[in-house]
């Protein structure tokens, strides 16, 4: 069995772990050979292809590709839309979309789809799945079908993201980060103003007492998911991973159980076990229940709810950052979301409408469509310097969908010596999926174990460190 196929059988047993512990996506939330290399660009340059870009030709006789996505209910309609749209817009592509469930979900069929060899064209996969596919070896990378200059036109977070040392590997679609959504009236009825950018843990406490005092049943809710504790962390400039995040060097042990780390899983776990928050699991959905029942004035979601959080709720809703810990200045976030891939066919042709139908994606129509239907923000950086007149008066009307977009503005994508700054540009390992279910695992030790915090990190970080040991071995 060749060094491929066996790390897709050792990839099939995490696959079956996870579907013991259930999905934990964010938002419902270079070819990457064997030896693929994890070394991040600069944060402030544009990765770009060293070699002349791959020509091909564009299609010209009638093709179907196949693309699987993971965005379901109006997340999923919206999607369908804009293909419909590309669909409708030329006579020679059809792209047939399948919704293959969450990102988890999604994720996992594509590693079957490889050992099956019946894998689509273009899939939509999540941030964690980033080296993982680097390392899988059947990607056509965008790289050597963009010109040279074009992945400056991405925003740098998410073009940074999905880059290898070469340059972008997949295109960003989909991006977002976690925000605070909060219920205006119960902020006004407690005496409270708009919380500030940079609040730390202790000004969100003291937010929580105001509420409660008011006569709210919980201050806030969220579900105890592996992305707030990555994001938080990120936000408090703690790194998750070591070697820069897996940046710098292939990542062989997480850092997330130490300094900054546990401060940030006391805190997310201290607000159930105090009384502020109900604990509902590793959930996306009862969540927004409770929220929208009223019987908590904040909830942590992400950025791609805008939408459903302004058309479902009963009150005002508003939108803030996340905060950070009281041992750390504000730091920033990075990005969630997913990217479109280009699995290569070894076909001219259906590469060639595969890479037509990204683009189409990614061109400033669909993205504004897409951000104003569902709250992801455009991944062009043109969208933003130099918004259309008609983007520009749906942010003066609709103020939420800007609040990720300045959360991310405002990150300190580089320190202050001019080094990059690596907790930001996110966490990079093959087997990131499983450890942040480990994750997950470590918030049962703290609220139905009674484990301390550190108790449970240490006892997460020798797990992850061991399926980072077992997935290295590929690489040696």
Known sequence: MTRLLRLFAMLTVFVLVAAACGSDGDDNASTGGDDAGTTAPDATDAPDATDAPTTLPPPTEEVTIEFWHAMADDLGAVVDGLVDSYNASQDVVTVNSTFQGSYDDTYNALLASFEAGTAPNITQNFDLAAQTMFDTGALLPAHELMAA?????????????????????????????????????????????????????SDFLATCDALEESGVEFCATFGT??????????????????????????????????????????????????????????????????????????????????????????????TAFIPHSDDSERN????????????????????AASWDFMKFMTEADQQITWHTQTGYFPVLASLQDSPTPELATFWDENPNFVTAINQLATTNTSNADGSVNYPVLGGRAGPFPEIRRIIVEAYSGVLDEGQTAQEALDDAAERANQTLADYNEFFE
């Open 332 to 351: 920033g976030v990075a990005i969630g979301g997913a990217a479109l891939w280009l699995i290569d066919n070894d076909d001219d042709a259906l590469d």
């Open 225 to 318: 998911v592996g992305w707030y504790f990555e994001q938080i962390l990120a936000n408090s400039g703690g790194l998750y991973f070591n070697n820069d995040n897996g940046r710098t060097a292939r990542a062989t042990e997480v850092e997330f159980n130490k300094g900054e780390g546990v401060e940030v899983f006391e805190f997310l776990t201290g607000l159930i076990n105090d009384g502020h928050a109900p604990n509902l699991g590793s959930t996306w959905s009862d969540t927004d229940s409770v929220f929208f029942a009223e019987s908590a004035a904040m909830i942590f979601d992400s950025t791609s709810g805008v939408q459903g959080f302004q058309e479902n709720a009963g009150f005002p809703v508003k």
């Open 149 to 201: 200059g074009d992945a400056e036109s991405y925003l740098a977070a998410p073009r940074d993201y999905y880059s290898d040392e070469t340059g972008m590997v997949a295109l960003a679609f989909n991006s977002s980060t976690p925000i605070v959504y909060y219920n205006e009236d119960m902020f006004t009825a407690a005496g409270l103003d708009a919380p500030a950018p940079d609040w730390t843990f």
